[in-house]
Structures are given as C-alpha cells and as structure tokens.
C-alpha cells in the first residue's frame, strides 16, 4: 500500500479534479492520507487565478523539496493550473519535482505513475486533453451530501484580466450519456446533492455541434431520474443564460433556484475593457428577468476591485450594482496581473497596491451590508434546506445545512440527520447565515 496525499488550492473544479486523481491512483495502489508527512507521492493541485494563489503553489513546493532531503524515494508531482501555465520552466525553479502534470493530462496518470515509481522525471503537459470515459476510474469524492460533476472544461471567453483560458485550453463538453452514468452513480451512492460544474457551465454543449445538448435540456434529463437529490450548477456567464435555460430551472424540481452570476464589474467601460460581452444594462435585465420568475432565488456574484485603468465613479457603479440588484453574496478580490493576460499588459493603467486594496476593503463592506439585508428577506419564510453537517456545544446538536437558494441555515432537530432534507422556518439573520426552527 502506497500512500498519497493531495494538496488542493484551487476552485471547485480544481477540487474536483482532486478527487479524481486521487481515484485514478486508487487502482495503482495509492490510498489518501490527511498526513503529508507520511504520504509516498505529495502532490499539489495548483491555481493561477490571482499571484496568492501561484505563490502558495510554489512555497508548499519548497517545503517538500526539503523534506526530500531526508526521504529521498518520496516523488513530489504539480498539477492543475500553474502546472500547466508554466510547465517544465517548473522543473528549473523546483528541479527535486518527479513529475509535472497539466489541467488535460489526469486521465494520462495511468500510462504515467509506474515511470514515476522508477525513477524517470516528466513533464506531461499538452494543449489537446486526454479522452476517455471518466466513469472507467474510481472518484474518492470528499463530501458524502454533495457531489461535483464537471460537464464542461475550458474557457473561450479571453476575459482580458483571466489566466483560466490558457490554463483550462478551450471548452470541452462532456457527453450527455456519460454525465448522466456518472449521476445515475452518485445517487445510488447515496449522494443527495448534484453540482454541475463548468467555468461557463451555460456554455454547455456548444462544442458539441448537437443543438439539442445545452444545460437546459441536460438539467431536464437529470432531473428526471429516480431519488431524492437535488442539482446545482455553477458558474453562469450572464449573456449565455437563455430563456430556456430559465424555464428549465422552472419546470424542474430538483433544480435548486440559485444563480451564480459573476458581473465583475457594475460599469459598462470597465466591462468593455475586460472584455465581458455584457453592458451593466443588460446584466440588470438578467437579474431581473430570474428574480420575477423565482422569488426566492438568490443570486451570487464575483467582483473585481481596482481593474487597471478603473476610475473611482467607475468603481462607484460596482458598488451602486451590488446594491441596486440586492446580490444575495459577492466574492470579492483586488485586480491581480496575470501573464499571458491582455490586461497584465496595461501596465501604464495599473493602480497602486493601496488603491486596489482600499476598494476592496469598501467592496467587502458592500457585500456585507446587502448580504445581511438579503438574509432578512427570508425571516418568517420557510426553506427547504438539506443538511450538510452537525455540530455540538455544551450538548446541544446544531445542524448545519444549506437552503436550495444556497443560504446557510443552522437548525436544531434531533429527528434529523446529515445528508436529509428538512423544512425550515428562518427567524434570525446574520450576515453569512440564517437561524430557524424545523417545520412539517
Ligand atoms: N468563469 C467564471 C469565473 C472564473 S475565475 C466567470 O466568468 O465569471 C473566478 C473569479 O476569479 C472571477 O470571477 C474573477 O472575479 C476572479 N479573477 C479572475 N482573474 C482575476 C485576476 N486576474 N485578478 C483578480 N481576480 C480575478
Ligand atoms: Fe476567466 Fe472570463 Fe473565462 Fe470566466 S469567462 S473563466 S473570468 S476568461
Ligand atoms: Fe484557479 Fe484554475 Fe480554478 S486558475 S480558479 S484552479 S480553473
């Protein structure tokens, strides 16, 4: 028995992924410890989203290059992201690394990790992905409520401040039948939870040159299959929501009335210049063409503050956006300058450290006022929440659980247990969560 351990830094597809290597591995003898300091094979599964994120790919390297000092057949491997961003140029900066393996290359693991064992370094990075039916490898998934399903990889969006374009490659859908399998698993599993994921989950299908495949119909499918699950999907790209998409969300049970929306920006210049293909306008319509026809949704968002070039009125219209369209919860981050990027070329349009900070700090405060403003909405109401977690103090059980809208809501119900679905009327709010009493 070999041991492995995986450090994950990025998104939930990154996650993912994790699970999925780690699942490949599974056949060739590897089993997960939570104990690095133990592990055979480490492997960090990196991002490259903002510079944070590359550089604690690069200090955990450090840190197992020393230890192999002293444990020389330990292998050390990089993947995801910043492996497939910066490729063998890793090799110079961390050459103790046995193995390098990029965003398309996991399926490839099996033709890889024996060479690894004997001693041979690689670097298997290439720009066409590795086809295969997922479904053939095992997947050590981490949660035992949720379960993530990538139906679409890749990016053709060139977002000018975004890195995923080139380190995702361009949009792959996989196919319906085999996404549907995976599913058809998961619930048998017992899994009471279904997230689609896609870096534009509503580009699904596109590539795929069958116009009956999009997420609509793919939502429409899933729903129809037999248990007692619910799906989400995430992350929308606003100007490809389509009516469709909306009435499959309408027509299907199963399908939670959450909306991941990321605006970026609330100015319509700004988004021009990050080459999103949405004026504020349009985004406003979006929202409120979702919020008449769901009136519980809740819509979340993502923001970025100090854009190279950003105006102060400028990033007054983010925080007017944040406001005006009452966003149930916003992530947030401070423009960070990405290579290959077209805006990490602005170099002339770069705002200062302080400036992009002193926004963001403005734009958290933002966000917490609407998100605390947006959980009131929902005192008195009842929500269908399925439970995710326990917790105990001075004896008394709290669970943990997430409404279909998203919310966080803390109940107490010793009938209940984790992985069930229950009825909750809210009566309290806080900013990042909801209180409430179980109700038949
Ligand atoms: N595909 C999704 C987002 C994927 S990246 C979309 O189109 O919205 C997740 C988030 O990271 C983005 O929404 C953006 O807000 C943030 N992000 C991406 N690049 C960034 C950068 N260079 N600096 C700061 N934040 C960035
Ligand atoms: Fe990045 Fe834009 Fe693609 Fe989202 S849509 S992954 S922000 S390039
Ligand atoms: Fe990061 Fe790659 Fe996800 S850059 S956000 S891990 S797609």
New binding site residues.
């Given amino acids: 028995m070999k041991k492995l351990y995986i450090e994950t830094l990025g998104?939930q597809m990154n996650k993912s992924d994790s699970e999925r290597i780690a699942g490949i591995l599974s056949h060739f003898g590897y089993v997960e410890t939570e104990n690095e300091k133990e592990a055979d094979l480490l492997i960090v599964n990196t991002c490259s989203?903002?510079q944070l994120a590359e550089d604690k790919a690069y200090s955990k390297l450090g840190v197992w290059g020393k230890r192999k000092k002293s444990k020389p057949d330990l292998k050390i491997a990089i993947c995801g992201c910043v492996a497939q961003q910066d490729k063998e140029k890793i090799s110079k900066r961390a050459p103790y690394v046995d193995l390098i393996f990029g965003t398309h290359n996991i399926y490839e693991l099996p033709q890889i990790i024996s060479r690894i064992e004997n001693n041979e370094k690689i670097c298997a990075i290439t720009n066409k992905a590795y086809e295969c039916n997922q479904n053939d490898f095992k997947i050590i998934r981490k949660d035992s409520v949720n379960a993530w399903i990538p139906i679409i990889e890749g990016?053709n969006?060139f977002?000018t401040?975004?890195?995923?374009p080139f380190t995702r490659g361009r949009e792959r859908s996989r196919k319906p039948e085999e996404i549907l399998q995976e599913a058809e698993n998961i619930i048998k599993e017992g899994f009471k939870e279904i997230t689609l994921l896609g870096?534009?989950v509503d580009s699904y299908g596109k590539d795929l040159k069958d116009e009956n495949i999009t997420l609509a119909n793919l939502l429409r499918k899933l729903n129809s299959l037999k248990g007692d699950f619910r799906i989400r999907f995430v992350?929308s790209?606003p100007s490809d929501i389509t009516d469709d998409l909306i009435d499959a969300v309408d027509e299907c049970n199963k399908v939670c009335k959450y909306f991941h929306i990321?605006m970026?920006s609330g100015n319509s210049h700004i988004l021009k210049e990050m080459n999103r293909h949405y004026t504020k306008g349009q985004y406003y319509e979006i929202v409120s063409k979702i919020r008449k026809r769901f009136p519980d949704v809740a819509i979340t968002s993502?923001?970025?503050a100090g854009f190279p070039g950003e105006t102060e009125e400028e990033f007054q219209d983010t925080l007017n956006a944040i406001e005006e369209l009452e966003l149930d919860y916003s992530?947030t981050?401070?423009?960070?300058?990405?290579e290959f990027?077209k805006?990490g070329k602005m170099t002339d349009k770069f705002l200062s450290e302080e400036i992009k900070y002193e926004r963001l700090e403005r734009l958290n405060e933002k966000n917490r006022e609407v998100c605390l403003k947006s959980n009131e909405k929902f005192i008195g109401k009842v929500l269908k929440v399925l439970i995710e977690s326990k917790t105990e103090k001075n004896g008394i059980i709290t669970l943990n659980s997430r409404a279909d809208n998203n919310k966080i809501v803390h109940f107490s119900d010793i009938s209940k247990n984790i992985g069930d679905f229950a009825f909750v009327k809210i009566n309290k709010a806080q900013t990042w969560c909801l209180y409430g009493e179980p109700v038949e």
């Fill in positions: 998104c989203i903002r990016c969006n977002c401040y975004c890195v995923v870096q534009n992350t790209y990321p970026q993502d923001f970025i992530n981050a401070a423009y960070s300058p990405r990027t805006a």
